[in-house]
């Protein structure tokens, strides 16, 4: 049988499951949901569906349709609640990442699904890059030996502020929860401790926080150092990793990959793997009827929202933090 999908956001990245799901047969959208009218038209386009399953809101849809899922695309401020509403109406979630914004709110929704037995995950789709996922398979082969250091840079501007310009913390949560999520998924081990020192440029359209320098240690032993901003003028990104049997750097198309005394360094091709998208479907489909727990869950997400959460808070006190710590407080504030 197909899943049941009530769409609530069907603009901007809402678009991409109203469009895939049209073309799978285990998925059927069965409700759209949105406050801006135009949003509901191009969707009612794509899916099909009629206006008389178009609602502005979660609630109206929920006693007009039979549905088993929901997928949340929304702007983040409005995930804990719209989760917790569909959970309570029984109904499993897919959500647009970040997964809430407060570790808490995470939380207790993972409890409350977990009491009913429904499934949530998350939109973490950049660790399904080709890079992300080749490192990821390096470090859990010990193909290379265990992973001592690695680090992340990206520069860049992002025009607009979206859901972040008040934010004290904009680049971490707009953006720092794709890259601190890649980087645990690659490390394949959870954080230990972290440190973060976050800058906000005088040229900088967001309140604060537009930059970082950070770093996260791993439970394996790993140290990753992180200086990421979109509040540069000009762009460009770098990925290396240094292993016992080597260093692993990002080209073009492949890792480059130099051996102790090796002069010339080898390439080693990105995994091959499906869109992230669809690897997101097919996940949660599994997950929904199979109990397969997928790697973007949402109990596995609690880490990713407990990082960006950790490293705001490190760079406010100046401290370095025990992770593990560091949650179990903020689960029982």
């Known amino acids: 049988m197909s899943i049941k999908m009530i769409h609530l956001g069907c603009g901007g990245r809402g678009r991409w499951p109203v469009k895939l799901i049209s073309e799978r047969d285990d998925y059927e959208s069965v409700a759209l949901v949105d406050v801006n009218e135009d949003n509901l038209a191009n969707a009612r386009t794509v899916s099909g569906l009629?206006?008389?399953?178009?609602?502005?809101?979660?609630?109206?849809?929920?006693?007009?349709?039979?549905?088993?899922?929901?997928?949340?695309?929304?702007?983040?401020?409005?995930?804990?609640?719209?989760?917790?509403?569909?959970?309570?109406?029984?109904?499993?979630?897919?959500?647009?990442?970040?997964?809430?914004?407060?570790?808490?709110?995470?939380?207790?929704?993972?409890?409350?699904a977990e009491k009913r037995d429904l499934k949530v995950a998350v939109c973490q789709n950049a660790r399904f890059g080709g890079p992300v996922q080749t490192i990821h398979n390096l470090v859990s082969e010990n193909a290379l030996g265990a992973p001592a250091f690695a680090l992340m840079t990206k520069f860049g501007w992002r025009?607009?502020?979206?859901?972040?310009?008040?934010?004290?913390?904009?680049?971490?949560?707009?953006?720092?929860?794709?890259?601190?999520?890649?980087?645990?998924?690659?490390?394949n081990s959870r954080p230990k401790r972290v440190w973060a020192h976050e800058f906000n440029p005088s040229w900088s359209p967001y309140v604060a926080g537009a930059g970082l320098h950070a770093f996260i240690e791993f439970e394996n032993g790993?140290?990753?150092?992180?200086?990421?901003?979109?509040?540069?003028?000009?762009?460009?990104?770098?990925?290396?990793?240094?292993?016992?049997?080597?260093?692993?750097?990002?080209?073009?198309?492949c890792l480059k990959l130099n051996r102790p005394g090796q002069k010339e360094a080898e390439e080693l091709p990105f995994v091959e793997s499906a869109p992230p998208e669809t690897i997101l479907l097919d996940g949660f489909a599994a997950y929904i009827n199979e109990g397969i727990e997928p790697s973007f869950s949402g109990k596995r997400n609690l880490d990713t929202v407990g990082i960006i959460e950790a490293l705001g808070t490190a760079s406010a006190r100046g401290e370095v933090l025990e992770f593990q710590d560091f949650l179990n407080k903020l689960a029982g504030s």
Not at 82 to 105: D, S, Y
Not at 224 to 237: D, E, K, N, W
């Open 159 to 187: 025009p607009g502020t979206h859901h972040s310009s008040d934010d004290v913390h904009s680049y971490l949560w707009e953006r720092g929860i794709h890259d601190f999520d890649a980087a645990c998924f690659m490390m």
């Open 222 to 253: 790993a140290t990753f150092s992180f200086l990421c901003t979109f509040a540069s003028h000009a762009g460009g990104s770098s990925l290396r990793v240094d292993f016992e049997g080597g260093t692993v750097t990002e080209g073009s198309g």
């Open 50 to 112: 009629g206006e008389e399953v178009c609602f502005n809101s979660l609630a109206d849809a929920l006693k007009a349709v039979e549905a088993d899922a929901v997928v949340v695309i929304t702007p983040p401020r409005l995930h804990a609640g719209q989760c917790l509403e569909a959970v309570r109406a029984g109904k499993h979630i897919l959500v647009e990442k970040p997964f809430t914004k407060v570790f808490k709110e995470a939380h207790q929704i993972i409890e409350e």
